[in-house]
Each structure stands twice: as structure tokens, then as C-alpha cells.
């Protein structure tokens, strides 16, 4: 097995840092406590700007037309998928299977949960 090495260490610019994501710009970046979507800037990982999505953001891919989110809302956080474009805003498509997700991947067809 090939050792890691630690070529940088950054403290997250949020608290309770939960879904993490590349858009080969910027990263975006959710707090689960405060109920927020960060875009940080590629390099110095500062929040460029602030987003309030529908609930709390669990996971999130980009994908072939947009951003796809898993968001819990409500008493029970139920699970859904949401897309996501600086235009519209936020979509709700889809309930998560038995409303649960934390994870979620794209790999140009299909959606994983």
C-alpha cells in the first residue's frame, strides 16, 4: 500500500461541515448546523458567497446540466433530490428511497444514493 502524504491542511471556513464538492473552479461546501451552501474559492478556500438552500444539504454532484443536491427537510430530515442552477434556483425532483441519502454520485447517466 502506497503511504499518503499531507500536502495541505485547511480548516473549514464553516462549522459541522458536512457535503463537499469540485466544479473545477470552486468547491462547495454545506454547514449542517447553520443550513447553508458555500461556494469557496478554488485556491484560498475562502466562502465567496452564500446560498440558502431548502434544507439541510447532505450531498451534492455536479452533473452534465446542473448541480444535484441531497437535501433533508421537515421533523423527520426526509431526503430529497433537488437540482440546482444559479437561474432557477432550487428544484425539488425526487425523494430519496424510504426518505434517506447521505451520499450521492453521478457518473454522466445515472444517479447513485
Not at 40 to 61: R, Y
Request: charged share 25%.
Amino acid at each position: 500500500m502506497n503511504e499518503l502524504n499531507d500536502v495541505e491542511r485547511h480548516s473549514s471556513p464553516v462549522v459541522t461541515p458536512q457535503a463537499l464538492a469540485w466544479d473545477g473552479a470552486r468547491f462547495w461546501l454545506s454547514s449542517r448546523d447553520l443550513g447553508t451552501l458555500h461556494k469557496l474559492d478554488g485556491e484560498t478556500l475562502n466562502p465567496v458567497e452564500e446560498i440558502d438552500p431548502p434544507g439541510v444539504v447532505w450531498a451534492g454532484v455536479l452533473t452534465d446540466d446542473g448541480w444535484r443536491f441531497t437535501i433533508g427537510k421537515g421533523l423527520n430530515d426526509d431526503r430529497y433530490v433537488y437540482r440546482y442552477s444559479e437561474q432557477e434556483g432550487f428544484t425539488k425532483l425526487f425523494a430519496c428511497p424510504d426518505f434517506t441519502g447521505s451520499y450521492l454520485s453521478f457518473d454522466g447517466e445515472h444517479y447513485y444514493l
